[in-house]
């Protein structure tokens, strides 16, 4: 069942993919904390470095905070890696819930991420179709690529230009 848009304070959500968005190679990016014994052995994947201070912010800003991703994780292990670094998720769309509730029914291909059928405001996404997708089935992305030390700056930048643009 979809959460109704508004539930928290600003009604505006965002969506984060996982592989090579949050979930990134500790040779290429620069990571958060590695988790401690035992978590560390249960969820490998290391966060790029900024996630949690960003998750957080956008929390504080009373808004929901979504994992959108093609990834066939189950729902219950992404929320527990969340979990050990102190961030609740709101909602999770995962591989098998985007073909269930998505694709199901459609004859022709659909997007790989389809973030507007569930009021999503803001997605990011490491991968450049996604934006070309959002460009045709409108919905916003933000492309976010290899090592950047402003990536957070530049996403909090972008939810404010479009909280702005929905205030008019």
Known sequence: MLCEKG???????????????????????????????PFYMIYKERLRLGTVKLMKYIHEQNMELWIYTTSYRSEHYIRGLFRCYGIKLDAIINGAKHASEVQAGHLEGMPSK???????????????????????????????????????????????RIRKKEKL
């Open 114 to 160: 389809y973030p507007s059928r569930y009021r999503i405001d803001l997605h990011v996404d490491d991968d450049r179709s996604v934006a070309e997708n959002g460009k045709t089935y409108g919905f916003h992305v933000f492309i976010v690529g290899g090592q950047d030390d402003e990536w957070t700056d530049k996403i909090i930048k972008e939810i404010e």
């Open 7 to 37: 539930m928290k304070g600003t009604g505006m959500r965002v969506s984060f993919d996982l592989d090579d968005t949050l979930f990134v190679s500790e040779k290429n990016f620069k990571t958060e904390q590695k988790l401690k014994f």
